[in-house]
């Protein structure tokens, strides 16, 4: 199965709510990043958090970790119809000469105006 | 500030051709990987190049090759080319050297039709 499993897999709110994403992974990490894609689009780096924080914001985005449930959330508050997008977590495994990143299965979140 | 360049952007091709995707890195990047992403899939990992040597490997077809040049552009090079290579491949530079943290910056893709 996938190192990175999000869920959910899709998720439609009305814009000014708040989205919540979910992203679990199976091994150690070095850090977790989170990335948007516009449909077939290229991958935008949000933010990046390491094994040694637990939570971390960036504007209206805040990311936790917790790396003893090997999981970690995306939080967009106030959306916008322009948050529509798909939504990934990639994790660096704790290995050394190891920094490929495996890509979570994704959320398609579509923003309702 | 200068970001990842792929080139082609698109590339069509009929099974059993060869492709050549080309990656340039952000100057002063030493590792360049290469991810492959189906449709509706969630990227692949393939292979990774650090100072020119290759680094890592995943999931890469033996049908696939690739290389980092002195000037640290990276080639992918698919050949005998099948329906299910059709793909977007993203080209990611970071800097290893000396960082503790490996943010990765991916250029725009290359998205691979296969007929």
């Known amino acids: 199965s996938q190192q990175g499993e999000e869920d959910p897999q899709a998720l439609s709110i009305q814009e000014g709510e708040n989205a919540t994403m979910n992203c679990s992974y199976k091994t150690s990490i070095n850090n977790l990043q989170w990335y948007r894609q516009n449909s077939g689009r290229g991958l935008v780096h949000l933010i990046l958090?390491?094994?040694?924080?637990r939570e971390k914001h960036s504007g209206r985005l805040r990311v936790t970790l917790d790396t003893s449930k090997k999981s970690s959330s995306l939080l967009i508050t106030a959306s916008r119809a322009a948050d529509t997008a798909s939504y990934f977590c990639a994790t660096e495994e704790a290995n050394f000469g190891n920094e490929k990143l495996t890509f979570g299965t994704g959320t398609r979140l579509t923003i309702i105006p | 500030a200068a970001g990842v360049i792929q080139s082609p952007r698109h590339l069509i091709k009929e099974k059993r051709e060869t492709a050549t995707l080309k990656c340039y890195p952000i100057p002063r990047h030493d590792t360049v990987y290469w991810y492959q992403q189906g449709p509706g899939q969630d990227p692949q990992f393939l292979i990774s190049f650090y100072e020119k040597m290759q680094s890592d490997k995943g999931s890469i077809p033996d049908r696939f090759s690739a290389q980092q040049f002195s000037d640290y552009h990276s080639e992918l090079n698919m050949s005998s080319l099948e329906l299910g290579d059709s793909a977007l491949y993203f080209c990611?530079?970071?800097?290893?050297?000396?960082?503790?943290?490996?943010?990765?910056?991916f250029g725009p893709g290359t998205r691979l039709t296969v007929l």
């Open positions: 958090i390491r094994s040694n924080e």
């Open positions: 990611a530079s970071s800097i290893l050297a000396g960082v503790l943290t490996n943010e990765q910056f």
